[in-house]
């Protein structure tokens, strides 16, 4: 804060003081801790997760893949806007009804998640060097050249170390946090009955308008260094996940603010007699007895704190990347107890790269700081954004309250957001170009998924061409499972049209396997695979739709994969012929008519809703003889009992004899049908799409994971097919 304007008597340090414990009270107590902190998606915290809070109450995904079966996964717990707050219903309303909005709203997200990812930069590089600045005090003689390569090591180790996650050191980071806190408070007091007590005067914030009112300007230029005693706010909600609400808030209550506010109040007081030393406050405030412990176990916490970042960064990438805004990459689980501890190796040494880049191209402290503020304020205004929806359309509370949080907290974050953009030329535009660029990378993908979607939705196949192909489909059908992967949550994909036109055969059961993340955190392993039938009996081809959350581990082998498959199919085909013979029984006169239906509704235990579009009762190979006995129910011929019981056996023959062919085609195996599905844009469209469509989202696609790259199947299991789309 100093830096940009110096002390030039008590009143300045009173009124800086003043200043930062109202930033901590105001941001980080009321607002993060007390708010913001409520607003999570079952315990996930950060900027996606209040996206995906907001996806499940209102349909403003740009991806339309969503399935009215998604909402009876039972970790939805959905509650629909109430009639009598029409307020809320009318906000639901017009976020479906316009594309505008929704644009709008996932481009708020997209800039917060860019911003996170950049606080993933600065805040090891700002964490590290005001740390190991401390040894310009401890060691006569030691520069910023040295400051700065000893900084360079200890990045280094730090994200070396990153992959071994978080559980391997999480006996070291409780007690070392807290010991780190107890000596900002025991410093802070040693500090305040040595030098000055009168700064407990801050608590007035008259001060703040003094401050003001005797350095205009500069006062406001100092605000980017004041927003930095709440910087750790973002991480707190964005690693909500460890842990609980209540334990969250109780130990920032009763243990870090009070810490914290004795720490900066230590400061005060000892700037009140030494006007000059504002570089290095707290290393020179420190008692000489306790410097060294204190270093040591300020860098423990400095690494701790970067540590947290870069998690909550990877843990941000995964949630962006399950809701198809983030291109796919190689995700490590490092902890086998806590599903959300993750490691991506690209990004991890891609976050070193640019932190590395950072600390030797702005060796500044001061820029560094202006750099971190810029990043933390834009994630900062985001998430005001995305809470004050929450609060409209979710929590449903009186306006003036949601006005009132509006208000106060967006004017306060873009009154500090102003102060660093004004001095973004010194060296800070470099963390805006790297948020700037990671948003256009999001903003394509999702691009360009969007359009292929919507492209494979539109060139899906007819089921009149396979009906007309008939069970055969107008090739050889060879023993064995075909599970292919497509990205359509409903339909025939029109890759399949391309299989059976460049295959000699194909496999005597079909399943297309859509592989869907739904906006919950997690989907129970129950409720993880919905079936339908697609077409009559006799073709044998289902579809599958493997739900997952954004939190959830795939960590399952292709073999692993292949028996849950099968065993959900088995399932599936189970229930289904229950339901049909409990419809047969209560209602024999209109069963035969219903039977012929081709859309059919069948609830399972646990919530899931199954689409059945063929008679269940058909014949496992020929359907003859059941269409026989369909007319003959029609025209009141089959009324007796003994005609009921030879249904119900043929039923049950049925059921058998397609279990006993679904067992046999597992037994002469399980082959993956991969359809890779690419776009181009047209030649009329125009130079940006080309551009974009043509170049940067396939080379996005071209260098990404594939879909199923974690099942790890084995080459000899796959066949391959490309086919291109034009949009």
Known sequence: MFSKAPVKGNEDVLGALSLVLYTLILISLIKYVLIVLWANDDGEGGTFALYSLICRHAKVSLLPNQLPSDARISSFRLKVPSAELERSLKIKERLETSLTLKKLLLMLVLAGTSMVIADGVVTPAMSVISAVGGLKIGVSGFTEDHVVMISIAFIIILFSLQRYGTSKVGLVVGPALFIWFCSLG??????????????????????????????STKAWYSLGGCLLCATGSEAMFADLCYFSVRSVQLTFMFLVLPCLLLGYLGQAAYLMENHVDTTQAFFSSVPSGAFWPVFLIANVAALIASRAMTTATFSCIKQSSALGCFPRLKIIHTSRKFMGQIYIPVMNWFLLALALVLVCNISSIYEIGNAYAIAELGVMMMTTILVTL???????????????????????????????????????????????????????????????????????????????????????????????????????????????????????????????????????????????????????????????????????????????????????????????????????????????????????????????????????????????????????????????????????????????????AKESGVVYLLGHGDIRARKDSWFIKKLVINYFYAFLRKNCRRGTANLSVPHSHLIQVGMTYMV
């Open 186 to 215: 025991g410093i802070g007091i040693y500090n305040l009955v040595k030098y000055d007590t009168r700064v407990l005067q801050a608590f007035n914030p008259i001060h703040i308008y003094y401050y003001f009112k005797r350095n």
């Open 390 to 664: 929450v609060m409209l359309l979710i929590w449903q509370i009186n306006i003036f309250v949601v006005l009132s949080f509006a208000i106060l907290f967006l004017g306060l974050e873009l009154t500090f957001f102003s102060s660093v953009l004004w001095s973004v030329g010194d060296g800070s535009w470099i963390i805006l170009v790297f948020a700037v660029v990671i948003f256009l990378i999001m903003y394509i993908w999702n691009y360009g998924s969007k359009l292929k979607y919507e492209t494979e939705v539109k060139k899906k196949m007819s089921m009149d061409v396979l009906r007309e192909l008939g069970p055969d489909l107008g090739t050889v059908r060879a023993p064995g499972i075909g599970l292919l992967y497509n990205e359509l949550a409903k339909g025939v994909p029109a890759i399949f049209g391309h299989f059976l036109t460049t295959l000699p055969a194909v496999h005597s059961m079909i399943i297309f396997v859509c592989i869907k993340y739904v906006p919950v955190s997690v989907v129970p392993q129950n409720e993880r695979f919905l079936f339908r039938r697609v077409c009559a009996k006799s073709y044998h081809i289902f579809r599958c739709v493997a739900r997952y959350g954004y939190k959830d581990v795939r960590k399952e082998n292709h073999q692993t994969f292949e028996q849950l498959l099968i065993e959900s199919l088995d399932k599936f085909i189970r229930r289904e012929a229950q339901e049909r013979s409990l419809e047969s029984d209560s209602d024999d006169d209109s069963g035969s008519e219903e039977d012929h239906s081709l859309s059919r509704i069948l609830i399972a235990p646990n919530g899931s809703v199954y689409s059945l579009g063929v008679p269940l009762l058909a014949e496992f190979k020929d359907t003859s003889n059941f269409v026989a006995e369909a007319r003959a129910l029609e025209e009141g011929k089959l009324e007796t009992s003994s005609s009921t019981d030879q249904i119900s056996i043929d039923a049950e023959q049925s059921l058998e004899k397609e279990l006993s062919f679904l067992r046999k």
